[in-house]
Each structure stands twice: as C-alpha cells, then as structure tokens.
C-alpha cells in the first residue's frame, strides 16, 4: 500500500492527471481548496443575499450543498435554500427525496420539493410514454432548468448553485463543439451577468473530477443517492460521456485541457454571440423566442396536441 505524498497516512487515490497521491484527508482538502478558487471567481455575494442550491440526492449536488455550507456557511450575512425537482420518475425520484431532506436538515438549510405535475401537469413517465421527436432527457433537461430557474427566482435568490462536475462541463463543451453550436457555448455557465428573469448560475465543482467527488462524499461520510435514472440510456451524452473517458484514460488532463481551452475563449465567443433581449412567455418565463413562447410551454404544447 502506498503513502500519501503529503503525510504518512495511506494513500486513497492515485490522480493521474497530477501523478499525486493522497489519503482521504488530503483529498478532502484539495476539493474544498478547488471549490473556494471557483467561488471566489464566480461570485460576489453581498449582505442579505440568499444562494439557492439545486439539490437532486445524488452525489454531486449533495456534495456541492455540504461544500458551499462549509465554505460560505460561516458568514451570517447569508442565507441558503435547496431546491429539489421531482419530475414524476416512479421508482426513482421518490427514494432521493428523503436523502435530500435528511441532508439538508443535517445543513439546517430549508428544503423545497417542486413537482413537474404541479408545475406542468405531466410527469416524466407520461412524457416518456408520449409520442415525441425527443429523447425523454432532452425534455427533463429542459423543464427541470426552467422550474429551477423560477423557483430560485420566487425564492428571490442571487444565485443558483448546481453540481456539475469537470466531467458534466467538459463533456457539455465537447458536445457544443460537435454540433457547432458556438451560441450555446457563449451561454454555458456559471453566468457572469444577470439578465432578466434568469437567476445565474455558479458551479462549485466545476474543475472536480467526478470520481474525486464520489471519494469525498466518502471520505466525509455523506449519504447519497445512487440510483440511475431509468431514462438515462437514452441520453445522446452517454456517447461523448464513453469517448471522452476513453482519452482520459489514455492521456491524463484531457478533461482539465477542454475546460482550460473553453475559459480562453470565453471572452471572445460572449462578444461574438452576446446576450441577446428576452422577452417573456406567457407563463412568466424569459425567451428569445420570436413567437414569444418559451421551450418549455412549446414542448408541452407539442405534447398535448391530439394525435
């Protein structure tokens, strides 16, 4: 068994990408020390302000609730809300929500459970039954962002935290790079301007390599969820998920090299393809839309329109 490089504890992970080798305290702590650079570039949080974090049960978003308690946690000028989606996932959703609620009890951070059927008046399982051009993820995605959106908006937060990880962000890069869809590039968080009606978004995590952050929840002795959701076969990003951990595996900081290069052109892809002017939906949520209908009321339209 190998030694930690920095102590003479037992080492619990190799980091290729660095050729480190750490035990669990170690490790604990080059996470946190990598989730307080990213806020400090991030955000600006002043007195009085309420940080909303998207919390589903699973790892990464526990994980990044616990940091930003941790981290921000001190600071009484600050208050913080968990937002938990259940999108109507039988078998699924309804064993992550107690585990949400135990942890943010144990955070003393207030809790609140937003349905698609109450927002929507659908489920997942009935839009995964439903004809559709879509695969089931691609309309979770889309509704999910938006009932975050309007809660943290409700909740009149200053920002919404999420957990995305290096592997979310890098593969969401690689993916827009694919597609050449430079705009969606230009639009990736975290957010460093408010526009009307969106409430940006951070990302604690966003440098944290997903199985660095299964460790820590370990290490920490953090309850998660687990469970995959029964739609997520379907989801076109398992493919560049398989291809970019290929060269990961092959060529060690393949992941922090996309998210590097992404940040250098972020200036100049944003002045490119700048915010463009919102307007609102009827439901109350912002669109460029022309029709003036966001995504979400013309997915479901399309949904309930007879056969």
């Not at 480190?20 to 991030?42: G, I």
């Not at 993916?175 to 430079?182: A, E, Q, T």
């Not at 969106?198 to 290490?219: C, D, G, M």
Request: hydrophobic fraction near 35%; include cysteine.
């Amino acid at each position: 068994m190998t030694s930690c490089d920095k102590c003479s504890r037992p080492s619990v992970i190799l980091i290729r990408y660095s050729g480190a080798r750490l035990c669990k305290t170690h490790l604990c702590e080059f996470v946190v020390k990598r989730a307080k650079h990213e806020l400090r570039r991030q955000v600006k949080l002043g007195r009085g302000q309420r940080l909303a974090v998207a919390v589903s049960g699973g790892k990464d978003s526990t994980v990044a609730a616990f940091l930003l308690k941790e981290i921000l946690g001190p600071r009484r000028d600050i208050s913080f809300c968990a937002i938990t989606v259940d999108e109507g996932i039988r078998g699924y959703r309804e064993s992550s929500i107690p585990i949400a609620a135990d942890n943010c009890r144990e955070l003393d951070m207030e809790h609140i459970v937003v349905s698609f059927e109450n927002v929507y008046g659908l489920t997942m399982d009935e839009i995964a039954k439903a004809e559709r051009n879509m695969s089931a993820c691609a309309y979770c995605g889309v509704m999910r962002r938006a009932v975050l959106n309007r809660t943290a908006r409700e909740l009149e937060a200053s920002v919404l935290a999420t957990g995305l990880n290096l592997d979310d962000t890098s593969q969401s890069i690689l993916m827009n790079f694919s597609r050449g869809d430079i705009q969606r590039l230009a639009r990736m968080g975290p957010h460093r301007r408010r526009q009307h009606g969106l409430v940006p978004r951070i990302q604690p995590l966003r440098t944290v390599p997903e199985n660095e952050v299964a460790l820590f929840a370990l290490s920490r002795g953090i309850r998660y969820h687990d469970l995959e959701c029964p739609y997520a076969m379907e989801a076109l990003r398992n493919e560049y998920r398989r291809v970019l951990a290929e060269l990961e595996d092959r060529y060690p900081g393949t992941r922090h090299s996309i998210l590097r290069s992404h940040n250098m052109m972020m200036d100049a892809v944003q002045r490119a393809y700048p915010q463009a002017e919102l307007r609102s939906c009827e439901c109350g949520e912002p669109t460029v839309s022309p029709s003036g209908k966001c995504k979400v009321c013309e997915l479901v339209a399309s949904l309930r329109q007879d056969p």
